[in-house]
């Protein structure tokens, strides 16, 4: 007898495409290298659900994680049973699309440029084909915000990224604040139907790249 497929597509939260077959009895994510599907970030928990196949169904299963599932934009209770075209969330950043056995995978867009770039040796940035504008603290922070894609980096981490040690004392959260808007005003000159630097309230920044 045929075994039963699906797939998870990842449409949020690292740098390049990822696929996974769901076709295992049961598949893991989590936070922990021990996973089927491994998620970084110290807000998923080392082992936050499984999908567990039941013939042709395929049960979602918060693991009793601290931050909890979400589906579609709601938190799941224990269990809930997937459909065709469900979004998965986990983590404020990770989205995964869930594709049953019966319907096609989209194609994944794997070869058009990312959008943003840094030519490192230049220390340019640019949106396409044109270059950004950025002073030396915004050019840093985007650096570092690209360098850690898809992870929210928190107020402090900035404060020791951007200034020197000698000037990160009394940096405020305002501070903080005016940097992430100027740099943003500077992308979206450019590029103004993309959000690059994202919030998660609450806890930090997040850069997203787009193709």
Known sequence: MEIERAMLIL????????????????????????NDIILPD???SRHHAHIRRDGSQFMLVDCQSTNGTF???????????LQDGDCIQIAPHFQLRFVDSASTAPAPNLHRPLRLR???????VLVGEDIVDLSVAQYTLLCYLMKNEGRVVSRPEIVREVWAEEE?????????????RRLRERLTEIDP???????????????ENRR
């Open 168 to 180: 990160a004392i009394g940096i405020t959260n305002q501070a903080i604040d005016a940097l992430i």
């Open 193 to 207: 139907d993309h959000q690059y630097v994202q919030t998660v309230r609450g806890h930090g920044f997040k850069f």
């Open 42 to 44: 110290r807000l998923v």
């Open 71 to 81: 589906v579609n934009g709601s938190r799941i209770g224990q269990n809930y049973a």
């Open 118 to 124: 840094v030519e490192q040796e230049e220390c340019q």
């Open 11 to 34: 449409e949020e939260g690292l740098s390049e495409p990822h696929r996974w077959l769901v076709e295992k009895e049961v598949t893991t994510l989590g936070r922990w290298p021990d």
